[in-house]
């Protein structure tokens, strides 16, 4: 089987360690950067396309899970995979509970690295397409008028048009001209994509703020 | 006295008036013509008299004196009648000799001799002694005195010469008496004090005598045949017979399973004058018979009065038990050691175990990696032998380690060797780095370079250091702290070309109550320590010939340190 392509990158103070999975990991396709420590890592520019972090737990410096939280901070969506040579299960939960992806012991099954390492690199190019979506929603959401903005949110809650020109004291023909404004900038979309969309980006936020 | 012109009637004596009273008359032999002879011979006793005579009236007057008393007083005759006995007597001698007159010339007729001062022509005094007799008429009246004066100047004079004499003989007496009187104080003194010396001595000697005796240490004393001259309770408790039954025996009749190996050094003892100590004698005596005991003797020449070696005084300890104490006490602390050991490596396997699965990774990691290019066929030549090349260097890496694990399991007997005490550090730098980074704890180096080579057992070492960075460990996981938790690894030259190691941490120090005990065994402040890290850290260092110290610094957290001696000065350092 021939794995999707994507970039790993690997964070290991061990010298060894970085050579041999570099390689190994390059035969399977990947692109690989290695780093000998957290700060490297970090000072490294993004790639553009998608891509994991293969994390050891125990790092001189910021360690693995000091890295975990930093990233997080940044709201980075770079899916983690821990890798520990040492069975320490409160540090794994705590690494689970932070988003981890997955957690290899070392050494681990070649199987079980590959499988982390696909599935790392799927939910990041599912996060690359959400993000995308998410930008060019934010784009169109931008188009809207503050009174369409309000009409929407009222249609989103539920509303009938007739609450909607009560609650903003306008009249509701001129509601409804607003709806169809604002749905026609969206690519008029179903009430149920509409919702979805709204959850992706904020609709509500005026452009400039 | 008398001048021989004068002849035996004094010429002048007849002439000057008042003419004598009739009364006079039968004792002054009344008309001097008359010549019967016994008038002449008194006449002639008066005048040549060396005592001085005169004839006085009731008034004092003088009436009649002879040659003596008129050279006595220096007035002539005739002058003399003019003159009175009180008119020539000094004043002060008056009322004396007025007493004398009334109370004893008057009243039985003559004085006792008194003695009084006349006053001469010339205004010197002369002292006198005077004999006075009343004279009466033949009716018994009254008439006057006789006075016999004698010159006592020279009498005086000797006796004030006496006197002094006297006085004198009277100070050297007392001056000698006192002189003796000292020296008999001092005799006293000294002799209280020959008795209190006397009776220390003897005291002494009865208090030396009760050590003698009763020393728990075994003593006697052999003469040069080697008979027992003298034997305490302790050394016939030794040989098993009572101490009496030494005396006069010889040492290889006593003690033959001893002999052969004490007569001779005996003999030298004796024969050379010098003395044989702390020699370890094995062997057997009727005491305990077949066992065989230890003990430590010492034999010293005793001299005798030539100086000449003339006896030999023997000191003998049992060590036999405390051999045995000591025997036991290494094995107990070679067990303890390895116990500690033991814990040490067990609190050490979690990190081993991380270590080793380092490499393990790799391997596995280059094997999959040459699988699949092979698989593939994607192989070159050089691609394989680079990844063979990594594959064997890390299986290396992980036969050092399990070999460095098993050593100290191994390893009983100090192996020294010359170490770097820098790489010493750095080896457990590596060792433990694991360890620290699954602690959070931050693991710093701190080195001096140039420092000398020490000379050790590196493994013993190690374990000291293990051991104390485990123990700062623990120390710092036991408090919650805001601060960064470390451990500094220093290394640095120290006073003597010493090297110390020291393992600081800036923990909650060493408590204060524990500084006295805290290398004493069984100590801890660990829930489950059993207390002997320290102990045997104490016991690996000090068979280096090093020391360990404790002290907390002054912005907190604990200091212990391990002072090597240079190679040069390591008592483990052999020549080769």
């Known amino acids: 089987m021939s794995p999707m392509p994507g970039l790993v990158h690997l964070v290991d103070d061990d010298p060894s360690i970085r050579r041999g999975m570099d390689r190994l990991l390059k035969v399977h396709g990947y692109e690989v950067r290695t780093y000998p420590d957290a700060a490297a890592f970090l000072e490294a520019p993004d790639g553009p396309g998608p891509a994991c972090l293969l994390l050891d737990l125990r790092l001189p410096g910021l360690d693995g899970l000091g890295l975990q939280s930093r990233l997080a901070v940044r709201s980075q969506d770079l899916p983690i995979v821990f890798l520990t040579a040492h069975g320490d299960v409160p540090t794994a939960v705590q690494a689970m509970k932070a988003g981890a992806l997955d957690f290899l012991p070392k050494p681990f099954e070649e199987a079980s690295l590959l499988r982390a390492l696909d599935a790392a690199l799927d939910r990041s190019r599912l996060l690359q397409l959400e993000r995308s979506e998410r930008e060019h929603l934010s784009r169109t959401f931008q188009t809207l008028t503050p009174r369409e903005r309000e009409v929407l949110q009222g249609v989103l809650a539920g509303r009938l048009n007739k609450q909607i020109a009560f609650d903003l004291g306008i009249a509701e023909k001129t509601v409804k001209i607003h709806r169809g404004h604002a749905l026609r900038k969206l690519g008029n979309p179903s009430l149920p994509t509409l919702a979805r969309m709204a959850s992706l980006g904020d609709f509500r936020v005026p452009p400039g703020e | 006295m008398s001048s021989p012109h004068e002849g035996c009637v004094p010429p002048d004596l007849p002439s000057p008036s008042p003419p004598v009273p009739t009364r006079w008359s039968p004792w002054l032999g009344c008309g001097r013509s008359s010549s019967c002879p016994a008038k002449e011979k008194f006449q002639s006793f008066f005048e040549t008299s060396r005592d001085g005579i005169a004839l006085v009236d009731l008034e004092g007057r003088i009436v009649e004196a002879n040659r003596a008393f008129v050279d006595l007083v220096g007035y002539t005759r005739s002058e003399l009648q003019r003159l009175t006995f009180p008119g020539i007597t000094p004043e002060r001698w008056h009322l004396a000799e007025d007493a ?10 003559y004085c006792d001799p008194y003695e009084k001062e006349y006053l001469r022509k010339d205004g010197t005094l002369v002292p006198v002694s005077l004999l006075v007799w009343l004279l009466k008429d033949l009716e018994g009246h009254p008439l006057g005195f006789w006075g016999i004066i004698r010159d006592i100047t020279e009498a005086k004079r000797l006796e004030t ?39 220390r001595v003897l005291r002494q000697h009865q208090e030396l005598e009760g050590i003698y005796r009763q020393a728990p240490i075994g003593l006697c004393i052999l003469d040069r045949e080697l008979r027992f001259q003298r034997v305490n309770e302790r050394l016939a408790d030794i040989d098993g017979f009572a101490a009496e039954a030494h005396l006069g025996c010889r040492f290889q009749d006593v003690l033959p399973d001893l002999a052969e190996i004490l007569v001779p050094v005996f003999r030298e003892v004796l024969d050379t004058g010098t003395p044989v100590t702390g020699m370890e004698v094995r062997g057997i005596t009727p005491r305990q018979p077949g066992v065989e005991r230890e003990w430590r003797g010492s034999f010293y020449p005793v001299a005798g009065e030539d100086g000449r070696v003339s006896a030999m005084t023997c000191v003998v300890e049992e060590v036999t038990e405390r051999r045995r104490i000591q025997s036991e006490l290494e ?112 693991l710093v180096l701190d080195l001096e370079e140039g420092l000398p080579t020490v000379y050790g057992d590196r493994i013993h070492l190690q374990q000291v250091l293990l051991n104390l960075v485990m123990n700062a460990q623990e120390a710092l996981l036991s408090v919650a702290t805001a601060s960064r938790r470390s451990i500094v690894l220093r290394t640095r030259s120290a006073r003597d070309r010493r090297v110390a190691i020291e393992v600081l941490d800036n923990g909650p120090g060493i408590p204060e109550s524990l500084f006295e005990t805290l290398f004493d065994p069984f100590i801890t402040t660990k829930p489950h320590g059993l207390g002997l890290g320290l102990s045997i850290c104490r016991t690996l260092v000090e068979a280096h010939g090093d020391t360990l110290s404790a002290s907390n610094e002054p912005t907190g957290g604990a200091r212990i340190a391990v002072l090597l001696p240079s190679e040069a000065d390591s008592p483990l350092q052999r020549p080769a």
């Open chain 2, 100 to 109: 004398v007159i009334r109370e004893q010339v008057l009243v039985r007729g």
């Open chain 2, 161 to 199: 010469e006496l006197q002094t004499h006297r006085e004198r003989l009277e100070d050297l007496v007392a001056e000698r008496l006192a002189d003796l009187q000292a020296e008999i104080l001092e005799r006293r003194r000294v002799e209280t004090l020959l008795r209190e010396s006397e009776a």
């Open chain 2, 331 to 442: 094995q107990l602390r070679e067990a303890l050691y390895r116990v500690s050991r033991v814990s040490t490596l067990g609190e050490l396997a979690a990190s081993m175990a991380h270590e080793l699965n380092q490499p393990l990774t790799a391997i596995q990691a280059n094997a999959r990696a040459a699988l699949r290019l092979i698989q593939d066929g994607r192989a070159s030549m050089e691609d394989l032998q680079e990844i063979l090349e990594d594959i064997a260097s890390d299986d290396l890496r992980a036969g050092e380690i399990i070999r460095r694990m098993r050593e100290p399991v191994k390893r009983e007997a100090l192996v020294p060797g010359r170490l770097l005490p820098n790489e010493l550090v750095q080896e457990i730098h590596r060792l433990l780095r694991n360890d620290t980074l699954r602690t959070r704890i931050h």
